[in-house]
């Protein structure tokens, strides 16, 4: 249906392994790198030479009353976002679009913006994100693509979603899937999450790595998260 998918139509090209990587120890204090580069992407100037080896913060907290792994933070090339399972109810093919919200839609309204990085923290354009959920009551469309779309990285490495916050279904927390591809890469399948859900310590699968940046913003709710690849750079 869409030739130019890398994901769609490939069938599910084996994940970036378990081996990539651990998470970087709790201990780092500093600048996050990111943060800078992601500022000097906005304002289009030249990055800091002293950032390029400073120490990465974590972006998020779980709110779980537990402390979280660290997000991969991008500083020592060795911790991408780590792969999660695809679960039952990806379909290839979805629509090129950012808005999954279509007409009579019911639910709070979903944003989720972010970039997507290599491994020495340079945002990579043109990279596939091919997004599913379940609707406002924890559904999926199986039939349809009804919350599922794809888009690409700008050349800035951005991405913008906007959808709605996805309902809870049996045996998990509340959670968007996403697969991601560099062009000419190994697709990487992951999830992304929620502070402060109940679920969250409980389902076995959650891995607060993945939590995104949530804040409420009227009543929508305006959400971060940062991607990075194991793309060599
Ligand atoms: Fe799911």
Redesign the pocket.
């Known amino acids: 249906m869409d030739g130019e998918t890398h994901v769609n139509g490939t069938g599910d090209v084996p994940v970036d392994g378990d081996d990539l990587g651990t998470a970087p120890d709790g201990s780092r204090r500093g600048p996050s790198r990111k943060t800078v580069l992601k500022a000097a992407l906005a304002a289009g100037v030249a990055v800091p030479v002293a950032m390029m080896g400073a120490p990465a913060l974590a972006r998020t907290s779980a709110g779980t009353g537990t402390v979280p792994e660290l997000t991969p933070s991008c500083d020592d090339g060795d911790d991408p976002t780590p792969p999660q399972m695809e ?1 039952p ?1 990806f379909k290839p093919n979805s629509p090129r679009r950012t808005n999954l919200i279509q007409p009579g839609a019911q639910g709070v309204r979903l944003t989720v913006t972010g970039y997507v990085f290599g491994l020495r923290c340079k945002p990579l354009g043109n990279v596939l994100l091919d997004f599913w ?2 609707d406002n009551r924890g559904a ?1 469309d199986n039939v349809g693509y009804r919350y599922r779309g794809h888009q690409f990285t700008n050349a800035q490495g951005a991405f913008t979603l906007t959808t709605i916050f996805p309902g809870l ?1 049996p045996g ?1 927390t509340r ?1 968007l ?1 996403v697969k991601l591809q560099a062009p000419g890469r190994p697709i990487l399948t992951t ?1 992304l999450y929620f502070p402060n859900e109940p679920r969250n310590n409980t389902d076995p699968i959650f891995d607060a790595r993945l939590l995104m940046n949530v804040r409420d913003v009227g009543g929508a709710k305006e959400a971060e998260f940062d991607f990075v690849l194991n793309v060599p750079q």
Request: net charge positive; proline share 0%.
């Open positions: 679960g109810y959920q379940a999926y279904y998990r959670h899937h999830q």
